[in-house]
């Protein structure tokens, strides 16, 4: 036989509120955010950047698997959610060092490794610190944005908005910037390229970005029905593909010839004086008995400076003579005074009728910041700059018989800004002229050429893109190629070139549409840090 007892219920103790001390139920305390949750732990979310950096440098050529940009831009954003800066800034660090890693690896060819880390470095610290910025949004959009409309409205925009204000301030500061590698740089071949003859190269980023990040706030949008988040992606998708080409209209066309001489122009080529005008003077010669408007030869075509060296001046003579009197465009380098720069020539009737100086050396390439300072760090390669480029101020337009013709001189092309300023003087065709020999056959010439493709998408105008060892490419105003010769071989291409004259949306209000969606970022990165929300305990007590 059994008893049972009654054990009476233990009281609980309970505390009085000291003086100034409110006491909170636990039931009111603030529940955890799950927006501001990481999604995954530290450990998988370096890995994952390890990951998105790859993917991220598929996106361009050579490889040129464009959706694979969005792939790894996805993963960056959906690392940093939930994260406090110094993992944010850890995980930009190892995600943008490996897509640098990887992308920019064409220095060490000539180089070495020394620089090509010094770059990558410090293009990870940019990337670093452009994370922390979208972590802080992420950590919070929950109290400052709590509507979920609110959130798939404003978050994505504020996200891709501080993404392209890092790749602006990247493109533009320290030393004239690094305006390379941008998202919008790896869709020459994707049906997104559009957009760039709308919104310029900032736009198109920008663009690219908020899709990726609307559909990861979509995907975290829980409460939604799964149907309802399909159709709602699929529709963004849709829209954005939708966005129409430009017509890009013409008028007239203009005979032009281009000439790759296949010279060994390198940075430590070792030539004799003459040898690189000699190569292309031979190579003009296919273009014997053809009506041409104009010839146009790479940067650093002549190694003699045909205003100094009397068998330089001869030698264009003699092809323009040869060709039929054709003028011809030609690189050189020039010493005026006790300065020095890269230089574009018009030659004409035995002389120079115009030229252009380049508007953006490379520094630590054709200039030399700080150099007392690199100087003690890394003296051998210092010294290998021998002489600092200036900045050039001439016009960026020349008037060929009629054509009115824009010049860009290798990084020239990377440039915004320089671009909207030829465009505004009326360019109807761009003359790129480059030289790539000191990359040999790495990616940095194709990824050069993917610029200048997306450029006469955005500006509306035929690019003549002319490198002293290619890629050599005549590329009309929509995108698409005329003509080219391969790379590493000697040849010339001629094309009946489109001619415009209409400016795209793009070349009038680009700059505007820049500072409009990193201005959105910054505001609403403000609105996040200073919207005054409740705040959860740090522990709740236990009672027992």
């Known amino acids: 036989m059994t008893t049972s007892t009654t054990v009476p219920a233990r009281p609980v103790p309970t505390r009085t509120p000291t003086a100034g001390e409110t006491f909170v139920p636990s039931r009111l305390l603030d529940p955890p955010s799950r927006f501001g949750r990481p999604l995954m732990p530290l450990w998988l979310a370096l890995v994952a950047a390890v990951g998105a950096g790859i993917a991220l440098d598929a996106g361009f050529p050579d490889k040129g698997w464009w959706p694979l940009t969005l792939v790894?831009?996805?993963?960056?954003?959906?690392?940093?959610?939930?994260?406090?800066?110094?993992?944010?800034?850890?995980?930009?660090?190892v995600a943008g060092g490996t897509f640098w890693g990887v992308h920019i690896s064409w220095l060490t060819l000539y180089l070495g490794p020394v620089p090509w880390l010094g770059l990558s470095g410090f293009e990870a610290v940019y990337f670093g610190l452009g994370a922390i910025l979208i972590a802080l949004v992420y950590r919070r959009?929950?109290?400052?944005?709590?509507?979920?409309?609110?959130?798939?409205?404003?978050?994505?925009?504020?996200?891709?908005?501080?993404?392209?204000?890092?790749?602006?301030?990247?493109?533009?500061?320290?030393?004239?910037?690094?305006?390379?590698?941008r998202v919008a740089m790896s869709q020459s071949q994707s049906p997104f390229a559009d957009i760039v003859a709308w919104l310029g190269m900032a736009g198109l980023s920008f663009v690219l970005v908020w899709l990726v990040a609307f559909v990861l706030q979509l995907a975290r949008e829980w409460d939604l029905r799964t149907s309802s988040r399909?159709?709602?992606?699929?529709?963004?998708?849709?829209?954005?593909?939708?966005?129409?080409?430009?017509?890009?209209?013409?008028?007239?066309?203009?005979?032009?010839?281009?000439?790759?001489?296949?010279?060994?122009?390198?940075l430590f080529a070792v030539h004799q004086p003459g040898d690189i005008l000699s190569d292309h003077a031979s190579a003009s010669l296919e273009l014997e008995g053809q009506p041409l408007d104009v010839v146009v030869w790479p940067e650093n075509g002549s190694d003699l400076d045909p205003t100094l060296y009397n068998v330089a001046a001869q030698t264009l003579d003699a092809v323009s003579t040869h060709l039929g009197d054709v003028p011809l465009v030609v690189g050189t380098i020039q010493q005026r005074g006790d300065k020095v720069y890269n230089t574009s020539l018009?030659?004409?009737?035995?002389?120079?009728?115009?030229?252009?100086?380049?508007?953006?050396?490379?520094?630590?390439?054709?200039?030399?910041?700080?150099?007392?300072?690199?100087?003690?760090?890394?003296?051998?390669?210092?010294?290998?700059?021998?002489?600092?480029?200036?900045?050039?101020?001439?016009?960026?337009?020349?008037?060929?018989?009629?054509?009115?013709?824009?010049?860009?001189?290798?990084?020239?092309?990377?440039?915004?800004?320089?671009?909207?300023?030829?465009?505004?003087?009326?360019?109807?065709?761009?003359?790129?002229q480059t030289n790539n020999a000191d990359f040999g056959q790495t990616d940095e010439n194709l990824q050069q050429l993917a610029i200048a493709r997306l450029r006469a998408i955005e500006f509306g105008r035929s690019v003549v893109n002319v490198s002293t060892v290619g890629t050599s490419q005549i590329i009309a105003p929509d995108g698409h190629t005329i003509t080219g010769i391969p790379a590493y071989e000697a040849g010339t291409m001629v094309a009946d070139v489109p001619l415009a004259t209409v400016p795209t949306p793009a070349s009038i209000v680009g700059f505007q549409v820049e500072w409009l969606v990193a201005g959105f970022g910054i505001v609403g990165l403000l609105v996040a840090l200073t919207t005054r929300t409740p705040l959860r305990p740090k522990t709740a007590r236990r009672r027992s």
């Open 230 to 266: 399909v159709l709602i992606g699929a529709i963004a998708i849709a829209a954005t593909l939708a966005v129409p080409a430009w017509p890009a209209p013409t008028s007239g066309t203009s005979r032009i010839a281009g000439v790759q001489g296949n010279s060994n122009a390198g």
């Open 346 to 432: 018009l030659w004409e009737n035995g002389g120079v009728v115009d030229y252009y100086d380049k508007r953006h050396p490379v520094p630590f390439a054709e200039w030399m910041p700080n150099r007392d300072f690199f100087h003690a760090l890394a003296p051998d390669l210092v010294d290998l700059v021998t002489r600092d480029y200036e900045f050039g101020s001439t016009d960026l337009t020349y008037d060929i018989n009629g054509l009115i013709a824009g010049i860009s001189i290798c990084f020239d092309i990377t440039d915004d800004a320089v671009m909207r300023a030829m465009s505004a003087e009326g360019a109807e065709v761009v003359l790129a």
């Open 141 to 181: 959009a929950e109290r400052v944005w709590p509507s979920r409309w609110g959130r798939l409205g404003i978050v994505p925009l504020v996200v891709s908005g501080l993404w392209v204000l890092r790749e602006g301030l990247n493109s533009i500061a320290p030393y004239g910037g690094f305006s390379w590698g």
């Open 72 to 93: 790894g831009t996805g993963i960056v954003l959906a690392a940093l959610v939930g994260r406090g800066w110094g993992s944010a800034f850890l995980i930009g660090i």
